[in-house]
């Protein structure tokens, strides 16, 4: 056993409004720079949709993720020889359209304009070649199924087509909020030719390092969630820092922080690094999921100490793994789901897969319906969730289902349902930490990895980050 | 004048050449890339970027051969002059053409398409015209090769030679026609613009990704 500490996150889909808060708050703190306008370390996509990038799901088109030769685990964009032969033209590499062209509008004739019979317009203009454009495509053009035939090209649903029509009486949608997942086994650090992207040592955060990165451009074809983004003025690639900053004094993401929904938990989970290669090469896609689980380790198990201690993990860390709320979820009560873990990263941005309404056909006969009754059909969350494996998703809404019956009965004084998989009280910790949970209670984070002290830190202020302190760019 | 070019010249570029781009290393390792444009024009770059870098890589290898290797070596393993030309031609045409028409496209491209335009400095703009400088006077001196009156292996290799042995012998440029001439000044302003511009790129061709494991973990 080699336990390592990893900051992960569980999100609530139950409870995303889709009000795209993370989003702008993260594109304020972080992506709000020239080369870098188009760019959402953070983005919530309406599904089914085609996404941002577009198509981003589609792995025969963009090879992103790790696929299995022989049992053995190797990127899907190639050999390291097949890769080096790209570096002259890459041809997975998204382009700028495949995102969207960035624009602001001429305000100013709104204010310059001389007196006319009609009001003045301020119209789009490019922000790469400062030309007037057309807007053809924005990161949201899919908002709550707005572009209407795009969600018919959502890859998940052209997989399992046949059961699913999108007839307007079938019609369903939920919110998907995206960051980087931060994963156990991440391509984008396996595909970089010049090792500048890492994952740090003590809590799993990818980072790409900004003077190491060469512009091979090869991370961004291998993320098969597409969160890898390049910088088309520095030139350089970029990706969502989980914040760490922040993470490094005990503050939660700004995307968690802000979140209105309070739809996004952040902890400390205990992970065995010597499992993380077999867990990736699991033969059944369908299986990597449970077997993910037993790469994340009990906290209170004293051999998991033991090992933790050994690598350096602090006092601090142990207690925060122990309380860590996103364990419960992911672990003790399995309710949370790792995003299209068919690609084999292991990511570690994990969701709670949404009731939704019920199907119309049984709308009459029922208050809580059967995981199987509602709008949201279960093989469209399994292609999401778990590699295709709908028991997985029915087990997953059971679980919240039940939580919500036991709470019901509970108010309006019936008998507690039979044959429960946990005890009430779990179901009230769940209902408690789901529903009603306070800011502390979701994020339960150890401060201190940031060692610098006050007077340090205001020395280094402008040293670091996207800016270029020595010249030359 | 030929002291000042062939003699003095070579060691201010080739010093500005190492010392600039070790203090671009120490300095300014954020702005050290590829500078690649394929983000924001991508078609257009499948033929054209290839095209350019083997033709320059083979470029590179027949200077390599033709410049460093001297005469009296390659006639000892008994390539004579008939053959030598061969040989030269049977790989610097094709590479040529490579090469030139891969840069031509890349002009095009370059200059031809607005979004293009956010990724050319003035820096950019100034390297290829050298560049173009450098690569048509190169191309038509491998061309005249045909006639046979003028060996560089004679004149230009020994004095680029007696420039690394630190005994720079301006004699052998006494000769030399002018596209050749331009042709030397040409590398040496690239030399010159080499650690100030995208070009630096070449040194950070990723060896070292054959060796390395494929996650990597760095304690902050």
Same mark, same amino acid.
């Given at each position: 056993?080699?336990?390592?500490?990893?900051? $992960?996150m569980v999100m609530n889909l139950?409870k995303c409004i889709g009000c795209h808060t993370c989003s702008i708050t993260c594109k304020n703190v972080w992506t709000n720079r020239?080369g870098a306008e188009y760019m959402y370390f953070n983005n919530v996509e309406t599904k089914?949709g085609i996404g941002y990038p577009k198509?981003w799901?589609?792995?025969?088109?963009?090879?992103?993720?790790?696929?299995?030769?022989?049992?053995?685990?190797?990127?899907?964009?190639?050999?390291?020889?097949?890769?080096?032969?790209?570096?002259?033209?890459?041809?997975?590499?998204?382009?700028?359209?495949d995102y969207y062209e960035p624009w602001t509008?001429?305000?100013?004739?709104?204010?310059?304009?001389?007196?006319?019979?009609?009001?003045?317009?301020?119209? =789009?203009?490019?922000l790469?070649?400062?030309?007037?454009?057309?807007i053809?495509w924005g990161p949201n053009w899919e908002d709550d199924l707005a572009s209407?035939?795009?969600?018919?090209?959502?890859?998940?649903?052209?997989?399992?087509?046949?059961?699913?029509?999108?007839?307007?009486?079938?019609?369903?949608m939920k919110y998907l909020p995206r960051n980087c997942n931060h994963?156990?086994?991440?391509?984008?650090?396996?595909?970089?030719?010049? &090792? +500048?992207?890492?994952? %740090?040592?003590?809590?799993?955060?990818?980072?790409?390092?900004?003077?190491?990165? %060469?512009?091979?451009?090869?991370?961004?074809?291998?993320c098969?969630y597409k969160k890898i983004y390049?910088n088309?003025?520095?030139? !350089? @690639?970029e990706k969502c820092t989980f914040c760490?900053?922040r993470?490094?004094?005990?503050?939660p993401t700004v995307c968690t922080d802000t979140c209105v929904g309070r739809i996004r938990y952040l902890?400390?989970?205990?992970?065995?690094?010597?499992?993380?290669?077999?867990?990736?090469?699991?033969?059944?896609? !369908?299986?990597?999921?449970?077997?993910?689980?037993?790469?994340?380790?009990?906290?209170?198990?004293? +051999?998991?100490?033991?090992?933790?201690?050994?690598? &350096?993990?602090?006092?601090?860390?142990?207690?925060?793994?122990?309380?860590?709320?996103?364990?419960?979820?992911?672990?003790?009560?399995?309710?949370?789901?790792?995003l299209?873990?068919?690609?084999?990263?292991?990511p570690?941005v994990?969701y709670?897969?949404p009731?939704?309404?019920? @199907?119309?056909?049984?709308?009459?006969?029922?208050?809580?319906?059967?995981? !199987?009754?509602?709008?949201?059909?279960?093989?469209?969350?399994?292609?999401?969730?778990?590699?295709?494996?709908? #028991?997985?998703?029915?087990?997953?809404?059971?679980?919240?289902?039940?939580?919500?019956?036991?709470?019901?009965?509970?108010?309006?004084?019936?008998?507690?349902?039979?044959?429960?998989?946990?005890?009430?009280?779990?179901?009230?910790?769940?209902?408690?930490?789901?529903?009603?949970?306070?800011?502390?209670?979701?994020?339960?984070?150890? $401060?201190?990895?940031?060692?610098?002290?006050?007077?340090?830190?205001?020395?280094?202020?402008? #040293?670091?980050?996207?800016?270029? =302190?020595?010249?030359?760019? | 004048?030929?002291?000042?070019?062939?003699? +003095?010249?070579?060691?201010?570029?080739?010093?500005?050449?190492?010392?600039?781009?070790?203090?671009?290393?120490?300095?300014?390792?954020?702005?050290?890339?590829?500078?690649?444009?394929?983000?924001?024009?991508?078609?257009?770059?499948?033929?054209?970027?290839?095209?350019?870098?083997?033709?320059?890589?083979?470029?590179?290898?027949?200077?390599?051969?033709?410049?460093?290797?001297?005469?009296?070596?390659?006639?000892?393993?008994?390539?004579?002059?008939?053959?030598?030309?061969?040989?030269?031609? +049977?790989?610097?045409?094709?590479?040529?053409?490579?090469?030139?028409?891969?840069?031509?496209?890349?002009?095009?491209?370059?200059?031809?398409?607005?979004?293009?335009?956010?990724?050319?400095?003035?820096?950019?703009?100034?390297?290829?015209?050298?560049?173009?400088?450098?690569?048509?006077?190169?191309?038509?001196?491998?061309?005249?090769?045909?006639?046979?009156?003028?060996?560089?292996?004679?004149?230009?290799?020994?004095?680029?030679?007696?420039?690394?042995?630190?005994?720079?012998?301006?004699?052998?440029?006494?000769?030399?026609?002018?596209?050749?001439?331009?042709?030397?000044?040409?590398?040496?302003?690239?030399?010159?613009?080499?650690?100030?511009?995208?070009?630096?790129?070449?040194?950070?061709?990723?060896?070292?990704?054959?060796?390395?494991?494929?996650?990597?973990?760095?304690?902050?």
């Open positions: 056993m080699n336990i390592k500490a990893q900051i $992960a139950d020239e089914p198509n799901e589609n792995q025969e088109k963009w090879k992103g993720g790790w696929k299995l030769d022989d049992g053995e685990l190797s990127l899907r964009t190639g050999s390291k020889l097949d890769r080096i032969m790209k570096l002259f033209y890459h041809p997975e590499q998204p382009e700028l359209d509008y001429d305000y100013e004739t709104l204010i310059n304009s001389r007196r006319k019979n009609h009001q003045p317009v301020a119209r =789009p203009r490019s790469i070649t400062q030309k007037r454009m057309e053809k209407g035939e795009s969600a018919r090209n959502d890859y998940n649903l052209q997989k399992i087509s046949d059961e699913i029509t999108l007839e307007f009486q079938d019609i369903f994963c156990l086994n991440p391509a984008c650090v396996a595909a970089c030719p010049s &090792g +500048a992207i890492y994952k %740090r040592d003590e809590d799993g955060v990818v980072l790409v390092n900004q003077d190491g990165c %060469r512009g091979w451009r090869h991370c961004i074809p291998s098969p390049y088309w003025k520095t030139n !350089k @690639a760490y900053p993470l490094e004094n005990g503050l902890g400390v989970i205990l992970y065995d690094l010597d499992a993380v290669k077999n867990c990736a090469s699991t033969q059944d896609e !369908k299986l990597i999921y449970s077997n993910v689980l037993n790469v994340i380790k009990d906290p209170t198990d004293p +051999a998991v100490i033991e090992s933790a201690k050994l690598n &350096g993990i602090s006092e601090a860390w142990l207690r925060s793994a122990e309380i860590s709320p996103v364990y419960k979820i992911i672990k003790n009560w399995k309710l949370a789901l790792p299209h873990p068919e690609y084999r990263t292991l570690m994990w709670i897969p009731l939704s309404p019920i @199907a119309k056909n049984v709308e009459e006969k029922v208050y809580l319906p059967d995981s !199987k009754e509602m709008r949201i059909p279960i093989a469209y969350l399994a292609e999401l969730f778990s590699a295709g494996n709908v #028991s997985v998703i029915y087990q997953t809404l059971q679980r919240l289902l039940d939580m919500r019956t036991v709470m019901r009965r509970k108010e309006i004084g019936e008998s507690m349902p039979q044959n429960l998989e946990f005890e009430i009280e779990t179901y009230e910790k769940m209902y408690r930490l789901l529903g009603i949970a306070k800011y502390s209670e979701r994020i339960k984070l150890p $401060a201190g990895l940031q060692g610098v002290e006050h007077e340090k830190l205001r020395e280094l202020q402008g #040293s670091t980050g996207y800016a270029c =302190p020595g010249g030359f760019c | 004048m030929n002291e000042l070019l062939y003699a +003095a010249l070579p060691y201010i570029s080739l010093t500005i050449l190492i010392g600039g781009t070790i203090l671009r290393y120490a300095q300014g390792e954020r702005g050290w890339t590829t500078k690649s444009s394929e983000f924001l024009s991508k078609n257009d770059l499948k033929l054209a970027g290839p095209m350019f870098h083997v033709g320059l890589f083979m470029a590179f290898g027949g200077h390599v051969i033709g410049v460093l290797i001297p005469k009296f070596v390659t006639e000892s393993v008994g390539i004579d002059e008939h053959l030598y030309h061969f040989i030269a031609l +049977a790989g610097g045409i094709p590479a040529g053409v490579l090469f030139v028409f891969g840069f031509i496209l890349l002009m095009i491209r370059r200059f031809g398409n607005s979004r293009m335009s956010v990724n050319t400095s003035g820096m950019d703009k100034l390297l290829y015209l050298i560049l173009a400088l450098t690569i048509f006077t190169g191309c038509a001196g491998t061309l005249s090769g045909f006639g046979g009156h003028f060996d560089y292996r004679e004149t230009i290799s020994p004095w680029f030679r007696s420039i690394l042995m630190l005994s720079p012998d301006v004699s052998y440029m006494e000769n030399v026609p002018l596209v050749f001439r331009i042709h030397m000044i040409g590398w040496m302003m690239t030399a010159i613009l080499f650690p100030f511009s995208r070009l630096v790129h070449c040194l950070s061709f990723p060896f070292e990704y054959f060796g390395r494991s494929h996650i990597i973990y760095r304690r902050k």
